[in-house]
């Protein structure tokens, strides 16, 4: 029998939900929001009821829901052909390829097309051990690499592991989390101990020759820790004098985000290898690896990637790219992300609760504490339904799940920053209110 209205919809829609898909399908909010349709910065429930979208598909929605310039170039795609796999040339594919050769620092010249990060991801491991001929990998603490069994393993999260135990080959060196610097530091006293910690890991926990670092320039699942100016720089010099190469995982930091089109440069790193998906297509399934000619040449197969490629995701990326250059959302992710970062540490001064803020454009990060830096999920959760309740969706992530991940498309507005700053003051607010002991932090 169908449903009659609105609330009955919901209901049903999650209880079928519950019974036909895994478990591990998780939802936001204690009551889902079962989402109809998106315009811009917005998204707009079953009930038209609107909501600023402050995380954009997991930084993935790059220039706003329904872009009619994207749209229009999938349509147009997909009434010629949709799907013709890597056995035929089209051009798409390689006009994309071009551009990210023109758009990639250094020597990255050569790519592979696969439909998610952590296809990339893993071809990228590939490709590093066919060209050095070692087979160790070196990976962050904090990361996140994706859900197959070697990108599980790469990850540094015990809950994104699900349990499972890793493969052999890789190992987890220390991370720049500066705001629980492993070596008991302040970020004042930092000497790049986690930084040079690099060399001591190679030398004590591998065969001392290695394949490769893979590396976020900003942490995304991890909860956007971002390390300080010099870190990758060091890494990248100790890497490469064991014989290894650096991948670059711009799977969340890539194409603007962060205020330039790739994280790494802002830390004048080269890699030798760069992954992609997210943001490339505003929604479109795809992945992608870039690499050196060097590199490149050692990765002969026979190899293939079912849907890499896809026609249809090719357009898309193709246009996005076109969008943020002639729109200059580069820019507008400096400018948007600077008055977001403003923002969030005004409210930081003014609701300690606010432990940590970081990142950079408009991939903003805040950490939630009690007293002592204490990790505070239960006020990010808090948090979560009373911004939901003002129209504002934001997401979140961290080992301890005490992050909320601000990460709005590229073309929002001034008038849309000072708004959801708006909504979090006032759910700061509501939370002081409700937890007087709050009142107390320093």
Not at 295 to 310: C, D, K, L, M, Q
Request: hydrophobic share 40%; glycine share 10%.
């Amino acid at each position: 029998m169908q449903a009659t209205d609105s609330d009955t919809q919901s209901d049903t829609l999650l209880s079928r939900k519950e019974k036909y898909l895994v478990p591990g399908v998780s939802t936001y909010y204690d009551e889902p929001i079962v989402m109809d349709h998106g315009d811009g910065c917005y998204l707009y429930d079953t009930e038209n009821r609107q909501y600023l979208d402050f995380f954009g598909g997991i930084l993935t929605v790059s220039v706003g829901h329904a872009h009619p310039r994207i749209n229009a170039a999938i349509i147009d795609q997909i009434n010629k052909v949709t799907h013709i796999s890597t056995l035929y040339l089209h051009q798409s594919m390689v006009d994309l390829a071009e551009r990210l050769a023109h758009l990639t620092p250094g020597g990255l010249t050569m790519s592979f097309f696969t439909s998610s990060g952590t296809e990339a991801d893993e071809t990228a491991i590939t490709m590093a051990r066919l060209a050095t001929g070692a087979y160790e990998v070196i990976a962050l603490r904090h990361s996140y690499s994706g859900r197959s069994a070697l990108a599980m393993a790469l990850t540094g999260q015990s809950p994104w592991r699900l349990g499972l135990a890793g493969v052999p080959g890789v190992t987890h060196a220390m991370n720049a989390y500066c705001y629980r610097c492993p070596f008991g530091k302040r970020p004042d006293q930092c000497g790049l101990e986690c930084a040079k910690d690099m060399e001591e890991t190679i030398r004590t926990s591998t065969a001392g020759r290695i394949a490769a670092v893979i590396a976020e320039p900003i942490q995304g699942v991890g909860g956007f820790i971002t390390p300080p100016d010099d870190y990758f720089a060091e890494v990248a010099r100790i890497v490469r004098k064991y014989g290894g190469l650096f991948i670059a995982d711009e799977v969340q930091t890539g194409f603007g985000r962060t205020g330039k089109w790739f994280g790494i440069e802002h830390y004048g790193v080269e890699p030798e290898l760069m992954t992609f998906a997210k943001g490339l297509a505003n929604g479109m399934p795809i992945g992608a690896v870039i690499a050196t000619r060097e590199v490149a040449e050692s990765y002969r197969g026979p190899t293939i990637s079912t849907f890499g490629g896809n026609p249809a995701s090719m357009r898309a990326a193709l246009a996005t790219l076109d969008v943020m250059t002639e729109q200059q959302l580069m820019e507008n992710a400096r400018v948007q992300g600077q008055l977001l970062r403003d923002g969030l540490e005004e409210l930081q001064r003014q609701y300690p609760v606010f432990g940590d803020v970081r990142g950079k454009g408009l991939m903003q990060g805040v950490e939630f504490v009690r007293a002592n830096k204490e990790p505070a999920p239960d006020l990010v959760a808090e948090f979560f339904e009373l911004t939901k309740e003002h129209g504002l969706l934001v997401g979140k992530g961290g080992l301890y799940g005490n992050t909320v991940r601000i990460t709005p498309p590229l073309t929002v507005s001034e008038a849309q920053v000072k708004e959801a700053l708006a909504v979090m003051k006032h759910a700061l607010e509501k939370m002081y209110e409700t937890h007087p002991e709050l009142k107390h932090m320093q």
